[in-house]
Nanobody, 124 residues
Framework: QLQLVQSGGGLVQPGGSLTLSCTTT????????IAWFRQAPGKEREGVSC????????DYADSVKGRFTISRDNTKNTVYLQMNDLQPGDTAVYYC?????????????????WGQGTQVTVSS
């Protein structure tokens, strides 16, 4: 069974850091691009970042550029989202998604596989 299992997240103060992980089970990560999305209460799902399957390209939403870093370790079948200088506006449930390529963020429905979601709360 193909699955994405997420870990990380939690409560952090403004300016703090968190790292999210997304690990594939049932399939090899190296053939897939991985994207991160987030959804805050009452808001639409928002694309955050994506990394191509060959690690040649990564992309970031303007709202996180310079603060978030996406990376992958294919030997561990895991993609990471390092989040620095977190702000209250980053509070959301974060999801990873996998497919053969990075799609435009507004085309999130094209991703075939999704993680279970993890809560990130930024509050003092």
């Amino acid at each position: 069974q193909l699955q994405l299992v997420q870990s990380g997240g939690g409560l952090v103060q403004p300016g703090g850091s968190l790292t999210l992980s997304c690990t594939t089970t049932g399939f090899t990560l190296k053939s897939y691009a991985i994207a991160w999305f987030r959804q805050a209460p009452g808001k639409e799902r928002e694309g955050v970042s994506c990394i191509s399957h060959e690690n040649k390209e990564s992309d970031y939403a303007d709202s996180v550029k310079g603060r978030f870093t996406i990376s992958r370790d294919n030997t561990k079948n895991t993609v990471y989202l390092q989040m620095n200088d977190l702000q209250p506006g980053d509070t959301a449930v974060y999801y990873c998604a996998a497919d053969l390529a990075c799609f435009d963020y507004h085309e999130s429905d094209l991703y075939d596989y999704w993680g279970q979601g993890t809560q990130v709360t930024v509050s003092s």
